[in-house]
């Protein structure tokens, strides 16, 4: 005989409110942190939670070949090609992106976080060679590419991806 489990899984939604003289970007924090948190404790994150927290390493770059590269920068475009942006933005860390666009790809977060870092900087580069398709691809997209590390959503240091759709000009003439 099987035996059927009828428990459910019950979620705790419960309201949070700055605390008194709280700035707001404090309160972003904490309010993601305890998210973070609760998703933690109820496994229902993809990743480790440390890496909420895991600051990028400069030495981490030097680690990613054109192979690397291309197959994080392919990943990037097929998801913003796929999922064409429901909202105006979207912010994430590496493992998030890994989760959401690489699951089979045996690329640690670290790595692909560098990746994406070398694929910005480059779309950004003014000097971009018309030779380098992929990044000119993504450079002439709908979007625009960014990082920070003072994201105001998570702790200081950690290295926040973002993903805005450019504004289309409604000049007439």
């Not at 030097?62 to 105006?88: G, H, K, M, P, Y």
């Amino acid at each position: 005989n099987r035996i059927i489990d009828n428990t459910q899984v019950s979620m705790t939604i419960h309201e949070l409110q700055p605390n008194p003289g709280e700035i707001m970007e404090d309160f972003c924090r904490r309010a993601i942190t305890e998210m973070i948190a609760c998703n933690a404790e109820h496994n229902t994150l993809s990743f480790f939670k440390s890496e909420f927290e895991r600051l990028p390493n400069k030495q981490t770059e030097s680690e990613v070949n054109d192979e690397i590269r291309n197959e994080v920068s392919q990943n990037l475009e097929n998801c913003v090609r796929v999922s064409a942006l429901d909202t105006e933005e979207v912010n994430f860390i590496a493992a998030q992106f890994k989760n959401m666009c690489m699951k089979a790809s045996p690329l640690l977060p670290a790595i692909i976080e560098a990746a994406l870092t070398t694929i910005i900087d480059r779309i950004k580069d003014e000097n971009l060679d018309a030779d380098n398709e992929q990044f000119i691809s993504l450079k002439q997209s709908a979007f625009i590419f960014s990082y920070t590390d003072e994201s105001e959503n998570y702790k200081k240091g950690v290295r926040v991806f973002e993903i805005r759709k450019k504004i289309e000009s409604t000049d007439e003439q």
